[in-house]
């Protein structure tokens, strides 16, 4: 057995180790996170492909969540990748909400420590409307829907984003869960950051490549 081991080391050691690499590389450094949804709409669409930035904030141990230093803090407009304890899944949200920010939205308007987000309509169609939100110093797109018949989701507090944890949203307001669902986001949940998309494929066109989406930025 031992002569067989050794055998097979030699004969695959370059392969193993590039192996070993790629997966540590995933782990500790980057990644890529597919899409699958449309909460993130208009500014992510089902099928992309995200490069995650897992170096963006933090240093962690590879293949754990042990926590080693940090370098930089998220901040609002980071469209951020969540290890979600309470959805139990892997979440792509936007933060709008700091630690120590004052949260109020009603209706879809949001007001953070007491100023009104700025909107204008970028373009609109039968059921839904495009509409570019400046938080701040930031502004992105987000959607809106005419035929979303809950209204529940559309108002929120006012609620006061404790220290260590931030306030998410999807950027298509009417068909996305979170924070608005899954409360605030604490700091160790994030796990990095995404500020382009690598590739996409439409499963509307039988997951024929969108060219427009290569290597595209994301705001």
Do not use: C
Request: no cysteine; proline share 4%.
């Amino acid at each position: 057995m031992k002569k067989y081991l050794s055998a097979f080391w030699q004969e695959n050691r370059k392969f193993l180790f590039l192996l070993l690499s790629i997966v540590f590389f995933k782990s500790a450094i980057a990644d890529l996170n597919s899409i699958s949804g449309r909460s993130m709409q208009p500014t992510l669409l089902d099928g992309d492909k995200v490069w995650v930035n897992k170096l963006a904030y933090d240093v962690r141990v590879p293949f754990t969540d042990i926590f080693l230093a940090s370098h930089t803090d998220p901040e609002r407009g980071d469209i951020v990748i969540i290890d979600s304890e309470a959805a139990e899944k892997r979440l792509v949200k936007r933060i709008v909400g700091l630690p120590g920010d004052t949260i109020y939205m009603r209706n879809n308007t949001l007001v953070i420590n007491g100023q009104p987000a700025d909107y204008e309509v970028v373009s609109s169609d039968i059921d839904s409307l495009i509409i570019r939100e400046h938080l701040f110093d930031h502004s992105h797109e987000a959607m809106l829907s005419d035929t979303f018949t809950s209204r529940l989701s559309r108002s929120f507090g006012p609620e006061t984003v404790p220290q260590d944890q931030f306030f998410v949203l999807g950027d298509n307001r009417d068909n996305s869960a979170d924070s608005r669902i899954y409360s605030f986001i604490p700091r160790d949940q994030i796990i990095g950051r995404s500020s382009s998309v690598i590739f996409s494929l439409d499963s509307d066109r039988n997951y024929l490549p969108r060219a427009d989406r290569f290597l595209a930025e994301l705001q």
